[in-house]
């Protein structure tokens, strides 16, 4: 029996563990800060349920082989104590985040060869604890080695495309260039598409090559077409739509993965010498908005 356990039974940690769940040879544990009774997960291929062990203090926790943590990334600090329980010097530590510095966000809470980055595209929404609505089909994008192929073995029997890639760091900034285009609805609380113009064409399409570019310095294989199709999604997005998360999270008053999401194309910008001046007037301007987060 392979022991899990999923810190932050949200939108995707909740849809990880169901479908984990499935699996009669893995034993899941859910950590919550907010107690929640089962699982309840509407998939694309129908409705799944889970009832796994939840617990909602840390001191309760004991060692497993696996720890999969899928809180947002600016609650990275408060797993501490549960990574103290669960983590022994056998356990792997899957971090299940948007952005590309999943690494470097733990490195001070358990060593670096255990730590495996996790790249998952599976749109997914919380309505309540332990209820969801997973919208698409998911792919799970690991580092190839021995830790990526362990940690794809243990989808084997669910319907999330688990894969491990030579190169997972383009895997990672593609995503990102995919992403960092959600500051404007995020800022504007409004989709993109029935506003569409050239001068917001222009800003779309600044920030996402700042972030091919600073992701290519960073040693990322980002195609020209993949800022094509972010400027294609953003002009696509229908009147209505949410825009993403930090669009989402703004609405709803919540804290926003800002600093994960275009932060770090600044940050790292900096550091290569790269000017960003697009993502860092949007993360200046979303910061000023009035916003209680912007971390
Ligand atoms: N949702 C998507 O469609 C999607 C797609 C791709 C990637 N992602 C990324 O996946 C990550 C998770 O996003 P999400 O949408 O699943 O967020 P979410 O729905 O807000 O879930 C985060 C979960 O973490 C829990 N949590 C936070 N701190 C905790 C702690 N110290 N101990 C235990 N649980 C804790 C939260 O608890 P509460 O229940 O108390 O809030 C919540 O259940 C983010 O980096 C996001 O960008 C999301």
Redesign the pocket.
């Known amino acids: 029996m392979t022991t899990i356990a999923v810190?932050?039974?949200?939108?995707?940690?909740g849809t990880v563990a169901a479908w984990l769940v499935q699996d009669p040879a893995l034993a899941i544990t859910i950590?919550?800060?907010?107690p929640l009774d089962d699982l309840r997960v509407e998939t694309p291929s129908g409705v799944i349920t889970a009832r796994p062990k939840v617990l909602t203090d840390p001191a309760l926790a004991r060692p497993v082989d696996w720890v999969l943590v899928?809180?947002?990334?600016y609650?990275v600090d408060?797993?501490e104590p549960?990574l103290g329980h669960l983590v022994d010097t056998h356990t792997r530590v899957a971090i299940?985040?948007?952005?590309v510095e999943h690494v470097r966000l733990f490195s001070h809470l358990v060593p670096a060869e255990r730590l495996v980055p996790v790249m998952?595209?599976?749109?997914?929404?919380?309505s309540a604890?332990g209820r969801i609505v997973q919208s698409r089909h998911g792919i799970i994008a690991v580092p190839a080695g021995q830790n990526g192929d362990d940690l794809v073995a243990l989808f084997a029997h669910t319907e999330i495309e688990a894969r491990a890639h030579a190169d997972f760091l383009s895997q990672a900034w593609v995503k990102l260039c995919g992403n960092c285009a959600a500051i404007v609805p995020a800022l504007t609380l409004r989709a993109t598409g029935p506003v569409w113009s050239a001068d917001l064409e222009a800003i779309v399409r600044g920030l996402a090559e700042e972030c091919a570019a600073v992701g290519r310095a960073e040693g990322a294989d980002i195609a020209d077409s993949v800022v094509e199709s972010t400027v294609a999604n953003a002009r696509n997005m229908a009147e209505g739509s949410t825009g993403g998360?930090i669009h989402a999270d703004r609405l709803a008053g919540n804290r926003m993965?800002i600093d994960?999401r275009n932060g770090v194309i600044v940050r790292l910008g900096h550091k290569h010498g790269i000017a960003t001046p697009m993502n860092q007037l949007l993360v200046t301007l979303l910061a000023a908005s009035g916003s209680p987060w912007v971390k």
Do not use: F, M, Y
């Open positions: 810190i932050g039974p949200g939108a995707i940690g950590c919550a800060r907010t899928a809180t947002k990334t609650d408060s797993t549960w299940i985040q948007n952005g998952i595209n599976l749109p997914a929404a919380r604890p998360s993965e994960a």
